[in-house]
């Protein structure tokens, strides 16, 4: 009998380098995806079509969709705001975007100067736009388990962002604790909350690992159904508009401990664990990966 398939969607491209300060070559984020799409990964999530003065490391989105040599089986989705970015997407050649709003007002009005209500009204048309053009949409959900400027997320809140997410035609609802702030017994909260009202096979988890809470978390969700994991190669990343964020849980670790745990993720471990050390050796910074490191060692 097979082991059951998790899905993994990397963000390091996008979450991971949004963060960094020193912009990075083109050439080198292209070449980061293209090896990335080599490990077995099928989704890795590019880049952004947001405002460059906000994110300068994104600003080069277009020049890097040109650069892509796609692999068949892997999707590439980009961020997009709004209608300027759905349609520069299209026009850029993605064939997959993800929209982003949050469970907290003060976050999503420091995110997209937006407030929640009006965050899915421009995505009613950002996503009508998307069909019409062939591409599907992906749904972030972000402060899942608190916020950095308001606290305390409820989540009958997060629940139903997440369900007016999927009204409005996402396909995958993305559950983001944003600032790693969330343990197992609080993620397992939201996530009761939210399945009640969406599928639990179109729910992700995305941890960021601020507060070492992240493969905690993670297993926690896996224990109650969730079968896609959003992550980051050598824990590369943060929000810039959520202080004190750290990096995604590293993809290396969430491989690591799903392969030894009964799960399949079609992800070629020794491979991942060169790319994230390669990308590391790239960036100047330490390979936040656990796993990568003792795999190193070895
Ligand atoms: P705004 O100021 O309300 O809107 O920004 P605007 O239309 O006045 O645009 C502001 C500037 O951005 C203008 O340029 C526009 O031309 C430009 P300026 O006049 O300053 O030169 N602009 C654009 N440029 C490129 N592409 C576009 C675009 N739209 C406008 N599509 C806006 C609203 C949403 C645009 C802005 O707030 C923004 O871009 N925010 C970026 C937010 C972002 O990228 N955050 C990080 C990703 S979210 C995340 O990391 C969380 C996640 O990982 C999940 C989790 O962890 O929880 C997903
Ligand atoms: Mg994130």
């Known amino acids: 009998h097979t082991r059951p398939f998790v899905k993994i969607v990397e963000v390091g491209p996008r979450d991971g380098l949004q963060n960094e300060s020193k912009i990075i070559p083109t050439v080198t984020k292209a070449e980061l995806i293209h090896r990335l799409a080599n490990t077995g990964l099928s989704v890795v999530e590019a880049t952004s079509f947001v405002s460059e003065h906000l994110v300068p490391q994104m600003g080069d989105a277009r020049e890097l969709m040109r650069m892509i040599k796609r692999n068949p089986n892997v999707s590439y989705p980009v961020l997009a705001p709004n209608i300027r970015g759905v349609k520069a997407a299209k026009s850029a050649g993605a064939n997959e975007i993800a ?78 604790d944003t600032i790693g702030i969330g343990r197992p017994h609080e993620i397992l909260a939201v996530i009761q909350a939210v399945s009640q009202r969406i599928p639990l096979e179109k729910l992700a988890i995305h941890c960021h690992d601020t507060y070492g809470q992240a493969l905690a978390n993670i297993y926690a969700s896996l224990e109650a159904g969730i079968r896609i994991v959003d992550s980051s190669v050598a824990g590369l990343g943060g929000c ?42 790239e960036l100047g910074r330490s390979n936040e990966s656990r796993a990568a490191r003792a795999l190193m060692a070895k």
């Open 99 to 176: 929209i982003f709003t949050g469970a907290s007002d003060a976050f999503v009005k420091r995110n997209i100067n937006m407030t929640i209500d009006r965050s899915i009204e421009i995505y009613t048309s950002v996503i009508q736009m998307a069909k019409q053009d062939g591409m599907r949409v992906r749904g972030y959900v972000s402060c899942i388990a608190g916020c950095p400027y308001s606290g305390k997320v409820d989540p009958s809140i997060v629940a139903d962002v997440a369900e007016r997410l999927l009204n409005i035609g996402c396909y995958e609802i993305s559950l983001g």
């Open 240 to 281: 810039p508009f959520a202080r004190g964020a750290t990096g995604n849980v590293a993809t290396e670790d969430v491989v690591y401990m799903l392969e030894g745990n009964g799960f399949r993720t079609g992800v070629d471990l020794d491979k991942l664990v060169d790319v994230g050390h390669w990308i590391s050796s």
